[in-house]
C-alpha cells in the first residue's frame, strides 16, 4: 500500500499564493504520474495538472500561467505552486500518484484531500 499526505491548504485572499505538498511513502518501486485534482461544491472531480517521470507536465487550460507543478523524484513529493488564486479556485484538492509496486503491479493512490479556500 502507498499512503498520500497532502499539506498546504488553506485560506487566501484573491490574488494570493498557496503551496500544496503531496508525500508518498510505502511499496513502491517507482512512481509514474503524478498529478493534482480539484472537486469544488457540487461539481465534479476535475484535473488540475500532471507531471510524468519524464517531466512533462500538463494543465487544465483555466491554471495555466498561474500554477505550477512540480516533483522531487527523491522524496516521492509532488507540489503545486498556486499564485494569483481566484475565488472559483476555491475546492478540495487532491494528489493522485500512478505507481508500480515492489510486486510489479501497476497501481495508484489518491490523498485525502486539502480545502483551499480564495476569499473575493
Known amino acids: 500500500q502507498v499512503q498520500l499526505v497532502e499539506s498546504g491548504g488553506g485560506l487566501v485572499q484573491a490574488g494570493g499564493s498557496l503551496r500544496l505538498s503531496c508525500a508518498a511513502s510505502?511499496?513502491?518501486?517507482?512512481?509514474?504520474?503524478m498529478g493534482w485534482y480539484r472537486q469544488a461544491p457540487g461539481a465534479q472531480r476535475e484535473l488540475v495538472a500532471t507531471i510524468l517521470s519524464g517531466g512533462r507536465i500538463n494543465y487544465t487550460d483555466s491554471v495555466k500561467g498561474r500554477f505550477t507543478i512540480s516533483r522531487d523524484n527523491a522524496k516521492n513529493t509532488v507540489y503545486l505552486q498556486m499564485n494569483s488564486l481566484k475565488p472559483e479556485d476555491t475546492a478540495v484538492y487532491y494528489c493522485k500518484v500512478d505507481y508500480v509496486d515492489w510486486g510489479r503491479w501497476s497501481r495508484q493512490s489518491w490523498g485525502q484531500g486539502t480545502q483551499v479556500t480564495v476569499s473575493s
Open positions: 510505502g511499496s513502491i518501486f517507482t512512481i509514474n504520474t
